[in-house]
């Protein structure tokens, strides 16, 4: 018997290249064993609570390496050659944490970190690491908010997550009764929102006048302003993260807060294999509300809260693996008569939950799976002379997603990861008890993605990634690249570019009366999910240990954009796509921020220059028109200062170009009307071809700490919002009837935002 080998020259050469790739990945991913390499991993946590720290930095001196904790507080630095080193960890607000190892040949150290929050000083207040241990990422587009920030800052009645990050670079809000995201030109509905781990659809409370997100249950808030990398996806513009806490690990404790429109507490815990948490807020308007229905005021709802409420648990099931579960659920009610005939009731909410596996398979390798259930309901019913308005509009999101991090070396990393679920959107409209309008699509969706960090030198880190989207509802399958590139010419300099490609399968219809009554819808056939392409570039320096400056400019596209048709009549017997009207957009800026994070007196300015257009098809023959969230020149300052031990003081000022609106110019009657009725329009201006008056405002807050009663720590807040007594204009209102008999006239009538100076007290204890 005889056997022939054949094979061309061509056929050697492709198995000699697949051979040279194969032995390649299997020296890469196995450096330890080929060159007795050491590593080292752990995770970081609070010395006093036990929750983890996200994006701490880990630092090993002699060899000039280090890493950063990921999104489960889990370091991992490879390729460690074996020797004698001094092992660093800085995270912002803590002490650094200084010690000395022995790693031998192949070692596979396991090193946990605790960090003791850092005192208070007379002298200085370290609020940030040396530049020389500086946290690692400060990565492109992101920004970090400080949860003790969030609750220090001058707020309208309640601290809130949203607003604190309106004051950021970039981000922008469309009033002072609103706490939506307009992130560098884009919509609220293009932010992806997560809590988590789970997609929230409509985080507002009071018709939108702040935020879902107790401050007291939160332990993380990052917020990815543009460029982000290919582990997210789903939205055109920004992704804001945010992690509840894990609950304590050391001691029962928590805190409680009375204020003057809604009063908040928290508890948490150990037990023998983890810890808890519970937080609950809930609104407390029903004294004032009866005071006023006694004073026969119009316009007073006869019934109105608000409440929410955050979980978790987790069960530390071995060294390697950690298991939690959590919970979010949240509601407003509204029962508000208007005019003598008329009223709205109003429902709106969310709910969610996720189940989460941390697993470590290696010192080299960390999984996380995930599961999430999201809900979002909004049905507001108006009546009007005994007829009935009703909308229902229902959103179920339930997924599963896993993420993979391998880290074979000091150059190289890995993230790859999957997520997978079923879509469901519901609208329901009826008038007078007659269904004009049923709308019901359920959608599979999925995603992968896969990025690689490689690091050529202690100069150099470029990132390149691809995320693949699917969505079974019009069966859109579409590819995102992503490319980031920093470089530092110095220890104190960094350069950055990016560049991505994003698409949404989703839009936000948003109402301009309160967020409730907003409608998600998707994408089906014939309507195409939005892209865009965004196009990042940054300078990063750090001036001295107490400052530091920062610069981006951007550009981005928006293409293929759908939003329910103005113009549109009566929708009932159309097609789903003939609801829509599509259209395109741009934006581009620059933003600068100048902080301080160190001394008695700290904080930042920030200027932001941003352009964003829009134009949609049939709509003012397909113009480019500023949006209502389009501001040229922005600022914010922020500052705190540490008046001693016990006392603090808070200022923060906004100035904005004026918000855009469309002007009406004048009122024409048509008397000879063949109908035999007269008939009024209105004759307005280009769409949105005027401003507003410049927006600036100005509001202080001092706090006071100490002991309660020798049992718990206070905190005593006393704040004044709009503290000059600036009339920002929120809208016109226009009296077409206020003239003579002719209607020769118009009255004009500004509507303020906050109208006068707004005093604002709250009461904290923390046991």
């Known amino acids: 018997m005889t056997v022939r080998f054949c094979c061309s020259a061509l056929s050697l050469k492709r198995s000699g290249i697949l051979c040279a790739l194969v032995a390649l990945f299997l020296v890469a991913a196995h450096p330890a064993a080929a060159q007795e390499k050491a590593s080292l991993s752990g995770f970081v946590n609070d010395q006093y609570t036990g929750e983890t720290l996200l994006l701490a930095n880990v630092y090993l001196f002699e060899s000039q390496t280090g890493a950063a904790t990921n999104n489960s507080g889990y370091y991992t ?3 460690i050659q074996p020797g004698t080193y001094t092992i660093a960890c800085t995270y912002i607000g803590y002490q650094d944490f200084r010690t000395e190892i022995t790693l031998a040949p192949g070692e596979a150290r396991r090193l946990d970190i605790s960090l003791a929050p850092e005192g208070i000083l007379v002298d200085e207040v370290v609020v940030s690491a040396d530049r020389e241990t500086e946290e690692e990422l400060r990565r492109l587009g992101v920004a970090q908010l400080d949860t003790d920030i969030i609750k220090k800052l001058p707020a309208v009645l309640e601290p809130d997550v949203f607003r604190s990050l309106q004051i950021l670079p970039g981000v922008k809000a469309a009033s002072d009764y609103s706490s939506g995201l307009y992130v560098r030109g884009g919509s609220p509905d293009q932010t992806l929102i997560l809590l988590d781990r789970t997609t929230v659809y409509n985080p507002s409370h009071f018709f939108g006048f702040f935020s879902t997100f107790n401050p007291d249950a939160v332990k993380d808030v990052r917020l990815y302003k543009g460029g982000y990398p290919a582990e997210y996806g789903g939205r055109l513009g920004a992704v804001v993260d945010i992690y509840n806490k894990d609950g304590n690990r050391v001691r029962t404790g928590g805190t409680a807060s009375l204020g003057l429109l809604a009063s908040r507490a928290m508890v948490e815990g150990p037990y023998s294999r983890g810890s808890w948490m519970l937080a609950v807020r809930r609104s407390t308007l029903e004294p004032l509300l009866s005071v006023l229905q006694d004073q026969d005021i ?51 909410g969310n709910r969610t939950f996720s189940g989460n596996w941390t697993h470590i398979v290696s010192e080299k390798l960390f999984s996380n799976f995930t599961l999430t259930s999201s809900s979002y309901f909004s049905k507001p019913n108006f009546t009007i002379a005994s007829t009935e308005i009703k909308r229902t509009n229902n959103v179920d999101d339930i997924s599963v997603k896993g993420d993979f991090e391998y880290i074979p070396g000091d150059r190289h990393s890995f993230n790859s990861g999957f997520w997978a679920g079923n879509f469901t959107f519901r609208l329901r409209d009826s008038f007078d008890n007659e269904e004009n309008l049923t709308e019901r699509i359920q959608s599979i969706y999925g995603s992968a993605y896969a990025q690689h960090v490689y690091k050529p030198s202690q100069r150099w880190r470029i990132q390149t990634g691809v995320r693949t989207n699917y969505f079974d509802e019009g069966n859109f399958l579409r590819l995102e690249p ?45 309507v195409e999910p939005a892209f865009g392409d965004q196009f990042v570039g940054g300078v990063k320096v750090s001036l001295s240990p107490s400052y530091r400056m920062e610069s981006e400019v951007y550009y981005r596209s928006m293409r293929e954009l759908f939003e ?113 009725s ?26 006071k700490s100490g002991r309660f009663f020798k049992f718990a720590n206070y905190d005593l807040q006393l704040q004044v919002l709009n503290a000059y007594n600036r009339r920002n204009i929120w809208f016109f209102f226009y009296d077409f009837e206020a003239g003579d008999s002719r209607g020769n006239t118009i009255d004009k009538t500004e509507i303020p935002q906050i109208p006068v100076p707004l005093p604002n007290i709250s009461f904290t204890i923390e046991f």
Do not use: C, M
């Open 77 to 79: 630095i490879t390729g």
């Open 564 to 676: 329910l048709d103005p113009l549109l009549g009566d929708a009932a017997g159309l097609d789903y796509s003939e609801l829509f009207h599509f259209g395109e957009g741009y934006a581009y800026g620059n933003e600068w921020v100048l902080e301080k994070g160190r001394g008695k007196l700290t904080g930042f300015v920030g200027y932001t220059y941003s352009i964003t257009r829009r134009r949609f098809e049939d709509f003012e023959e397909f113009k480019l028109y500023p949006p209502k969230y389009d501001r040229t020149h922005d600022i914010d300052l922020l500052l705190n200062y540490q008046l001693g031990k016990k006392w603090r003081a808070t200022g923060v000022w906004a100035y904005a170009t004026g918000q855009a609106y469309t002007e009406p110019s004048r009122q024409f009657k048509l008397i000879a009307n063949p109908l035999g």
């Open 482 to 526: 992503r490319l980031s590139i920093e470089h530092r010419p110095s220890s104190s300099v960094r350069l950055q570019l990016g560049y991505g490609r994003y698409y949404q399968f989703l839009t936000l219809i948003t109402s301009e009366l309160f967020s409730g009554s907003d409608i998600w819808l998707t994408t089906d056939d014939g």
């Open 298 to 348: 119009d316009g007073i709802p006869e019934s109105f809260y608000f409440y929410d409420a955050n979980g978790k648990i987790n069960f530390d099931a071995s060294p390697n693996d950690r298991l939690a579960l959590s919970f979010y659920a949240g509601q407003d009610k509204l029962e508000l008569p208007f005019l003598e005939d008329a009223s709205v009731d109003l429902s709106y």
């Open 678 to 703: 007269t008939v009024k329009d209105v004759l307005a201006s280009d769409f949105n071809g005027a401003r507003l008056p410049a927006y600036h405002r100005l509001d202080l807050g001092i706090s």
